[in-house]
């Protein structure tokens, strides 16, 4: 099993096992037992659905401290369009670029103007008909996490570009070069994040071996001083190179309509991205080139990280938008291939081989099958496992007992009184 690094983390003390979140988890990677739970690293696609359940508040996401940019000879921020959505009454991004810089940084680069370069590229690969449709957008880790796991059979349908982060990071990078004469190594590139798996992604891409990213800050952790420094701005500097395609990532929908064509879909909330990829698999979903998927819901202005009601800040984001220009970012003699993946997305079949020999493996999926359907059905959860079939593995794994089953339990004490009446 391989090493696996989540920006979701449980803290033990303060889960009471109330199992509010194993059944909320996409990817059946909670089990509750000893009145704790506990993360299968293998399985969490850090989406943040149990942060937002957990009534005793034991789930949480690291990120990155400001003071870390201190590592670095200098420093570029790079803040996602879903920070423009943060801040009440702001008309012009400018002053959350400079107070940026206010707070530390020497130098901002906008990832919505990345976002235009993107959307750019894949109108152009569509056109030139280099990928198999429908497409499915990539920039949501979570989702592509969710396609390796859940859904392998729709790996090729995965745009193979890099995401906005990724693609900005790049630039700014060669940029800062450029402007410092400094080593790459000396320079630090931060994303403003709204979520943890885009703070996972840096650490595991999914899509390259290593990230061009030096670390993510949440947007909540550097909200309070960057609204303090934004009400004390002495002069405003002149920054944003964003238009209106590039701001409009922060919210669902804005990646698809960048499309600029009518055959898109746009789904946000991870029970509906999992029902779009099911009609997807299932073939029921015809007649769409482009699909974008965000697995929280509003788009990337509902992740955990933020401090905003996400359809505030989707209002906001539209109201930021009428003022822009369409786009303000191209291509131009950029090379596409740059912006490329280089390494292909396949499936994780280990995460569920029952055993490494083939005979004993399908030993155990035999007795699996069997333990399960011996199982009530209820899939209540009361044994620490989702689902009474993820009990059954997890039997077969070694890893709890048929006993831990409460119904399974109830009928083994009633048949020892039944045994035990008959024989008084
Ligand atoms: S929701 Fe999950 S993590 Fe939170 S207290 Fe309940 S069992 Fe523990
Ligand atoms: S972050 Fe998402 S995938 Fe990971 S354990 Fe929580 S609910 Fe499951």
Not at 83 to 112: A, M, P, R, W
Not at 220 to 248: F, T
Not at 282 to 304: Q, W, Y
Request: net charge negative; with cysteine; hydrophobic share 40%.
């Amino acid at each position: 099993m391989g090493n696996y690094f989540h920006s979701v983390e449980l803290n033990a003390d303060m889960c009471c096992g109330c199992t509010n979140c194993l059944k909320r988890c996409p990817t059946e990677a909670i089990r509750v037992h000893g009145g704790k739970a506990k993360i299968l690293a293998d399985r969490c696609i850090d989406c943040g659905e149990c942060i937002r359940i957990c009534p005793h508040h034991a789930k949480s996401a690291v990120s990155n401290k400001i003071e870390e940019i201190e590592k670095f000879r200098y420093t570029v921020a790079i803040p996602a369009p879903a920070l423009f959505g943060q801040f009440n009454g702001l008309d012009n991004i400018d002053y959350v670029l400079t107070g940026l810089k206010k707070i530390g940084f020497d130098h901002v680069f906008e990832v919505s103007r990345a976002a235009e370069l993107v959307s750019e590229a894949t109108r152009r690969l569509i056109k030139e008909n280099r990928l198999k449709k429908p497409i499915i957008s990539s920039a949501c880790p979570s989702v592509v996490k969710l396609i390796k796991i859940r859904f392998p059979d729709l790996c090729d349908n995965v745009l193979p570009l890099l995401a906005p982060i990724e693609v900005a990071a790049k630039i700014a990078r060669r940029e800062a070069i450029e402007r410092t004469g400094l080593d790459a190594k000396d320079i630090g590139v931060f994303f403003i994040t709204p979520c943890p798996a885009k703070v996972t992604e840096i650490h595991s891409p999914n899509y390259a071996e290593k990230s061009e990213v030096d670390g993510a800050i949440a947007i909540s952790k550097i909200y309070p001083d960057l609204a303090h420094a934004m009400d004390h701005l002495e002069e405003v500097e002149s920054i944003a190179q964003s238009g209106l395609l590039g701001i409009g990532w922060a919210t669902s929908g804005g990646e698809a309509a960048a499309m600029l064509g009518d055959k898109y879909l746009a789904a946000d909330g991870i029970e509906n991205v999992i029902r779009v990829l099911e009609g997807l698999e299932d073939e029921h979903i015809r007649g769409v080139d482009f699909i974008e998927l965000n697995a929280c819901s509003g788009g990337c202005v509902g992740g955990v990280l933020t401090v905003e009601n996400p359809y505030v800040a989707q209002a906001r984001i539209h109201n930021l938008r009428k003022y822009l220009p369409v786009s303000l970012n191209h291509i131009g003699d950029r090379s596409l291939e740059d912006m490329m993946w280089t390494e292909e997305l396949t499936f994780d079949a280990d995460i569920f081989r029952l055993d490494e020999d083939i005979i004993k493996a399908m030993e155990m999926m035999n007795r699996m099958e069997a333990i399960c359907a011996g199982l009530p059905g209820l899939d209540c959860g009361s044994c620490g496992a989702p689902t009474c079939r993820a009990m059954a593995e997890d039997i077969v794994r070694g890893k709890t007992k048929e006993t831990d089953c409460i119904h399974k339990l109830k009928a083994k004490i009633q048949n020892v009184y039944d045994q035990l009446k008959n024989t008084i």
